[in-house]
């Protein structure tokens, strides 16, 4: 069956600090994926997509992610974490142009 | 500006009643879906429709109904059958040919 494992329930960066979240898929063939993130009692908000072509993709607020085909993985990053950065992190894959299939998400901690 | 309403953004309900969430969208999108969201848990598809007077149920639709009378609309009702329904909810929607989604703020149900 389909599945997509974010590994990581809580991760905790200091300010400043690079961040790698990571994602993981089960799926036969190269999905459509995403990553949103999620601010406490909002909706989500998409920060990059993968489609197709180079497999490191620019978000917004300073995101990129990378996809490695070998290891079925999306994993999000950033450079410099910023306080503002402090929420919940949902990858997500979607399978046959309709079925979006969301991670458990990884809540992400800044410290001063 | 175009996006998702839904209201109200908490509700408040007793064991045994149904309660219906609201979810408009003006952005002129065919598809529509409503999630739940739990801690830990990620989230999970209810129902989902392409097109008016269509819908098909997702992972977790006993215990929920929903209509598409109109393009702009979809709500959903939590009936007593749904054996706990004390979650965040959040509605979503995409056009056919664009794969990310636009989600709504959510409501946040409470059976007391």
């Known amino acids: 069956a389909q599945s997509v494992t974010q590994p990581d329930i809580h991760i905790t960066v200091s300010e400043g600090a690079s961040l790698e979240l990571r994602c993981n898929y089960s799926y036969g063939a190269t999905p459509y994926l995403f990553w949103y993130v999620q601010s406490p009692g909002q909706g989500l908000q998409l920060l990059l997509k993968y489609f197709s072509g180079d497999t490191l993709v620019q978000g917004i607020k300073g995101f990129e992610a990378e996809f490695k085909r070998s290891q079925s993985s999306f994993n999000l990053r950033k450079p410099s974490v910023h306080w503002s950065d402090a929420a919940e992190y949902f990858c997500a894959v979607m399978y046959n142009n309709n079925d979006m299939r969301f991670g458990a998400g990884t809540r992400l901690t800044v410290k001063p | 500006d175009g996006g998702i309403t839904q209201s109200p953004k908490y509700l408040f309900r007793k064991e045994g009643q149904n309660v219906t969430l609201s979810c408009e969208q003006n952005l002129n999108h065919d598809a529509m879906y409503w999630y739940r969201q739990d801690p830990g848990q990620g989230l999970r598809l209810i129902y989902y429709s392409q097109i008016v007077n269509d819908f098909q149920k997702g992972d977790i639709a006993e215990g929920y109904s929903v209509s598409r009378e109109k393009k702009e609309s979809f709500p959903l009702t939590v009936t007593s059958a749904q054996k706990n329904p004390t979650a965040f909810y959040l509605c979503?929607?995409?056009?056919?040919?664009?794969?990310?989604?636009?989600f709504g703020s959510g409501t946040r149900l409470t059976v007391v």
């Open positions: 979503a929607s995409r056009l056919p040919e664009a794969f990310g989604y636009t």
